[in-house]
């Protein structure tokens, strides 16, 4: 079975940083792509509300929905334990050619855990949208994105059921591993 085809996310965040994330893409579905990193590299870890939810090493399942205002990660240690989900609100990925995507962060973002949600960087997009670097129209839109996914999360009607369906394991599987 020849390996999923690699994707190319070009990942702009206002100003001018720009950052390409090379991942699989493991299902091509019309309204869900899920791409898989084996292993990201970082720095640092991430924490959040005191735990490390991603670090060196870690595999990330990505969800990307076409037409949407945010995409999906699901963050693990580097041992392969689930730590939670990282919604990042950007704008709707647009899905090029030979597997060149292209998005912009909008610095607001949401995480799920066992705990509940917690909205992340409305500091950032405020300080993003005073510098110019994001337009008013955007940052309400961000602002409304993330509040509703936190308040669909709390209810239990969020994220779709495929976030749930493919995990690590069945990442790893597609990949023939």
Same mark, same amino acid.
């Given at each position: 079975m ?6 190319r996310?070009?990942y702009?965040?206002?100003p001018d $940083?720009?950052e ?7 299902? %091509? /579905?019309p309204?869900v792509?899920v791409?898989f990193a084996s292993?990201?590299?970082r %720095?640092?870890?991430i924490r959040?509300?005191g735990?490390t939810?991603l670090e060196y090493?870690?595999?990330?399942v990505?969800?990307?929905f ?7 990660g $699901?963050?693990?240690t ?5 730590t939670g989900?990282?919604v990042?609100v950007?704008?709707p990925?647009e899905?090029?050619? %030979?597997?060149? #995507?292209?998005?912009t962060?909008?610095?607001v973002d949401?995480?799920l855990?066992?705990r509940?949600?917690l909205v992340l %960087?409305?500091?950032?997009? @405020?300080?993003? $949208? ?6 008013? /129209?955007t940052a309400?839109r961000a602002? /409304?994105?993330? @509040?509703?996914?936190r308040? @669909?999360?709390?209810a239990g009607? #969020? ?5 749930e @369906?493919w995990?690590?394991?069945?990442a $790893?599987?597609?990949?023939g591993g």
């Amino acid at each position: 079975m020849p390996s999923p085809p690699l994707v190319r996310i070009h990942y702009h965040r206002p100003p001018d $940083r720009l950052e390409v994330f090379e991942q699989h893409l493991v299902l %091509d /579905a019309p309204d869900v792509k899920v791409t898989f990193a084996s292993a990201v590299t970082r %720095d640092r870890p991430i924490r959040i509300a005191g735990r490390t939810v991603l670090e060196y090493g870690s595999p990330v399942v990505w969800f990307t929905f076409p037409e949407l205002w945010h995409d999906i990660g $699901r963050f693990h240690t580097a041992a392969g334990e689930f730590t939670g989900l990282y919604v990042n609100v950007v704008t709707p990925v647009e899905l090029g050619t %030979d597997h060149r #995507w292209e998005s912009t962060d909008l610095f607001v973002d949401l995480w799920l855990d066992d705990r509940g949600a917690l909205v992340l %960087d409305r500091n950032e997009l @405020e300080e993003a $949208r005073r510098l110019g670097w994001v337009d008013d /129209a955007t940052a309400a839109r961000a602002l /409304a994105e993330v @509040e509703l996914l936190r308040v @669909e999360a709390e209810a239990g009607r #969020w994220p779709p059921p495929v976030v749930e @369906e493919w995990t690590l394991e069945r990442a $790893r599987s597609a990949l023939g591993g």
